[in-house]
């Protein structure tokens, strides 16, 4: 490998000298010749099966292969296994691990492992191996925290017992979206040739350029149709141009771009769980919290009256919002959960029923005396600021169609486009464009609980429910994933109270975003499950069933 | 000669000393946390771990602390480890610098060159047509971005009429071993072009500026009244003349290439260390980023020195100035 590099490099800086060269006396009028003589991805040959692809769905490489660095959730499936995946109709199932069981007590963990898992090296995946990569990122503890793990066993026959420090529902996460290293091959260069158990192998990364993975022949599960597959590291514009210009199979475009035709490409749209809603601080103005470790200041005298994010939930009209900012593709969402199946249904509204604001409001005490068109309290303007990530379209267009709409029944929202690290910092004291969604009902947990509070970004609201505490926990510590999935709804409304829109609303979900890609016409992307947070990867979760038609 | 060279030596130590402190204050003093832009806009990370995380990018140490942590490592010859790719700034800094040495390189000798052509053809013809058409051709180009202009290169030679790639700097999905040197040309052209575009327009004008200085001179009257022709004019007089500050000019103008190449890298996907130096920058990554920064000043700085020693080899009346 180091060899290869060096002479990589010599030759590289070799053929670059000599490029400076050429280039002048190609534009001193030698020409470069015949056209490109290499086939694109668009012309291929009829004869054959088409077996290679070219993606351009954005920097997919975050985390370069390497769990430690966060390569993780859905874009794993390409390179290595993990003990569980999530099939098409979002349930559990074992990938590396032929089954699972829990415990009577809920706090072991026992996976039977697949005999005929191999590495990409041909060697076998062993229990020793899961071990290992679990103890390391507990270690770690940057990118997953697996800080209620107590123990990790090997057992025999091949099985592995994980043991924790309580009961959690929600382990079945990170159990989805930890690909397991081997630990013979595993340091701090392994990124640079990354051996994984998964459908392909890489066989060159130019960083800032390129992922090229190959067809992995040890895989155990089903052969792919595409051999090789190639990324190209480009963003959106970028990226369409590529498509444009006949370079790439698919790539992924952001709602604005959605109406751009390609020949040969079609679009297509796949519904998600990447929902996109106001989070508003729970409680009063003058206290002082923590936000990602540093303090900051909490409250908000406007938004910590349940009247104003109530008339919110129900006056907003959450198809107008998708219309305006996302030209229609999306989804309506209520509580982060929308159509999953720990999702409460009683949550969904009537709303953009301006009457039903204005009437929460009334009975509340904020009345418009003044009528200059901003409803009053006590001599307060229902009045506060939101913040949006300003580098972030989406975000952007949502909270300007959304302050618009707010003052049809007199709330007036000061919008503020800054940085994630100004947002950090002011966010808990005025509303922010939020974001978030996954395969999985954690986050419900991050951002409603009360012992989430000051903890990383968790629970920005400071929003504290005793009744929805107790809720959330259950779920939490459940032995089940049934009876998780009844605690979660009742966490979002239990016919009396709850954190969803139509309970205290700590944050008021809005939109639920379509994942666009643009693909070539042949190209069947198989039955896709509801897409997780992350555009990039989000297509991964089965690529083994891509195939080719005519 | 020799002393001029020691005291310029002197004073990059310096320059290199305030420009490492000014970025480390700057990113002190900017409002960007490493921290958030590690963990990212959608995490729940515990208060250990991110205690763990100040520890790992040692935000919890006075700033002061920090730079001399790093400047003592600087000293041992070790740039650190970047924070964001977790490997050793010194090799991805090699790797990035030969991609965009090869780019400036060729920008730099073809904007010279054209340059330098354009301007004479433009002030031995003052006045007339060509000399109006060069004129206008530099005006824009000097006050077109260059992002746009990579981005016009782009539309019509790569997607219109596809005979150049969109991006990056080798074929997609061809194994290193297997691109061939034509290939890597292929994707070079376009941003080599933008880069060059551009750089041609300040030389001309001011090559034209100097060389109507010169045709206005007594000696090039004298010339004229003994009958020598304009192309014997240009050879005896306008070349020696003018191409002393033209070479000045160039040399100086590495640190605007720089800044150049920054854009078209970002535009064309093409990985070299305009590219590298935006994302450290983003992401907070002050090792990687004071790095670059180091090197980037290091070879502007070289630049100038070269067009002072040039200078002076080559005309005599300069020696004795330091």
């Known amino acids: 490998m180091k060899e290869n590099q060096k002479k990589l490099t010599n030759k590289r800086a070799f053929s670059y000298a000599a490029l400076v060269l050429s280039v002048l006396l190609l534009l001193a009028g030698c020409s470069t010749g015949s056209k490109q003589s290499d086939p694109s991805p668009g012309a291929q040959n009829t004869s054959k099966v088409k077996d290679d692809l070219v993606l351009a769905v954005g920097i997919m490489d975050g985390g370069q292969f390497d769990p430690k660095k966060g390569w993780g959730m859905t874009q794993i499936r390409l390179t290595h296994s993990s003990l569980l995946a999530i099939d098409s109709d979002l349930n559990f199932i074992g990938d590396l691990a032929k089954s699972y069981t829990i415990s009577e007590d809920a706090l072991t963990w026992t996976f039977p492992l697949r005999e005929e898992a191999k590495f990409s090296n041909g060697e076998q995946v ?18 997953f925290d697996l800080s209620f793990v107590k123990s990790i066993d090997v057992l025999e026959n091949n099985t592995i017992a994980i043991t924790l420090n309580e009961p959690r529902s929600t382990f079945v996460s990170q159990l989805t979206e930890i690909g397991i290293v081997p630990k013979a091959h595993y340091d701090e260069h392994y990124s640079e040739n990354p051996v994984g158990s998964g459908p392909y192998k890489v066989v060159q990364y130019n960083e800032g350029q390129q992922v090229i993975m190959e067809y992995n022949t040890y895989w155990y599960g089903k052969e792919p149709q595409f051999k090789k597959l190639t990324f190209l590291l480009l963003e959106e514009d ?29 679009l297509r749209s796949y519904e998600s769980i990447d929902s996109r809603g106001i989070m508003l601080p729970a409680v009063p103005s003058g206290g002082k919290g923590l936000t990602n470790g540093k303090e900051v200041e909490t409250g908000n005298d406007v938004t910590s009256d349940l009247a104003i994010r109530q008339a919110l939930n129900v006056g907003l009209d959450r198809q107008k ?42 009975d509340s005490g904020w009345v418009d005396t003044n009528k200059d068109g901003i409803v009053e309290k006590d001599g307060r303007k229902a009045e506060f600021d939101m913040y949006f990530s300003s580098s972030d379209q989406l975000r952007s267009d949502l909270s300007l169609a959304a302050a618009d709409q707010a003052s049809a029944f007199g709330i007036k929202i000061n919008l503020i486009g800054v940085t994630w690290d100004e ?39 400071n929003y504290h429910n005793p009744k929805v505490d107790e809720y959330l926990h259950q779920a939490l510590t459940s032995s089940s994933l049934e009876e998780a999935n009844k605690y979660w709804k009742l966490a979002q409304w239990d016919g009396e109270t709850g954190f969803s829109g139509i309970g205290d609303a700590p944050i008021v979900w809005l939109v639920r975003v379509d994942h666009l890609y643009l693909a070539n016409e042949k190209l069947d992307l198989g039955k896709q499950p509801i897409h997780s947070h992350g555009h990039e990867w989000a297509l991964f979760g089965n690529v083994t069933e891509w195939t080719w038609g005519k | 000669m020799a002393k001029s060279i020691v005291i310029r030596l002197i004073r990059v130590v310096t320059l290199l000393i305030g420009l490492s402190i000014l970025t480390f204050s700057l990113i002190h003093l900017s409002p960007m946390d490493p921290v958030n832009a590690y963990i990212g806009g959608d995490s729940s990370a515990s208060p250990e771990q991110i205690e763990k995380i100040k520890q790992y990018w040692g935000v919890d140490k006075s700033p002061v602390e920090q730079y001399l942590a790093w400047a003592k490592a600087l000293l041992q010859g070790n740039f650190g480890i970047s924070k964001l790719y977790r490997s050793p700034v010194i090799d991805i800094i090699q790797s990035r610098f030969l991609t965009s040495l090869a780019l400036m390189g060729t920008a730099w000798i073809l904007s010279g060159v054209i340059g330098y052509v354009l301007g004479m053809t433009a002030a031995m013809n003052r006045g007339k047509w060509m000399d109006k058409l060069i004129k206008w051709y530099s005006y824009t180009l000097v006050s077109t971005p260059i992002f746009w202009m990579g981005l016009i290169l782009l539309i019509v030679f790569a997607v219109w009429l596809k005979w150049f790639p969109v991006g990056l700097a080798m074929p997609a999905g061809v194994m290193e071993s297997d691109v061939r040197f034509i290939d890597r040309i292929h994707h070079f052209v376009l941003p080599a072009l933008t880069l060059s575009i551009l750089g041609v327009a300040n030389v001309a004008m001011h090559t034209r500026e100097k060389m109507i200085d010169i045709l206005n001179t007594e000696y090039v009257i004298f010339a004229r009244a003994r009958g020598e022709s304009k192309w014997q004019i240009f050879k005896n007089h306008g070349v020696r003349n003018s191409i002393i500050p033209a070479i000045s000019l160039q040399f100086a103008y590495f640190g605007e290439l720089f800044g150049g190449s920054m854009l078209a890298e970002q535009v064309f996907a093409y990985p070299g260390l305009g590219s590298t130096l935006t994302t450290a920058g983003l992401k907070g990554d002050l090792p990687l980023m004071v790095g670059i920064i180091l090197i980037s000043s290091l070879f502007v700085f070289a630049g100038n020195l070269i067009a002072d020693i040039l200078n002076k080899v080559v005309d005599p009346r300069m020696k004795g100035e330091a």
């Open chain 1, 423 to 461: 947002i950090y910092l002011k966010g808990k004291t005025a509303a922010v464009a939020w974001g978030g969604g996954r395969h999985h009902p954690y986050q419900l947990y991050t951002m409603n609980a009360s012992d989430q509070i000051d903890k990383g970004i968790g629970n920005m609201s």
């Open chain 1, 126 to 143: 062993t229990p020793e191996d899961v071990k290992y990569t679990y103890e390391m990122l507990k270690e770690d503890g940057i990118k």
């Open chain 1, 321 to 362: 919002l998708l219309d305006v900012a996302l030209d229609g593709h999306g989804k309506k969402a209520y509580s982060l959960a929308d159509g999953l199946p720990w999702f409460n249904e009683k949550t969904v509204i009537e709303d953009g029923n301006i009457e039903a604001a204005t009437k929460i409001l009334a």
């Open chain 1, 238 to 266: 970028a990226a369409l141009a590529a498509a444009k210009a006949g370079e790439a199979d698919i790539v992924y475009v952001p709602p604005t771009f959605a109406e751009q035709k390609v020949e040969g490409m079609t």
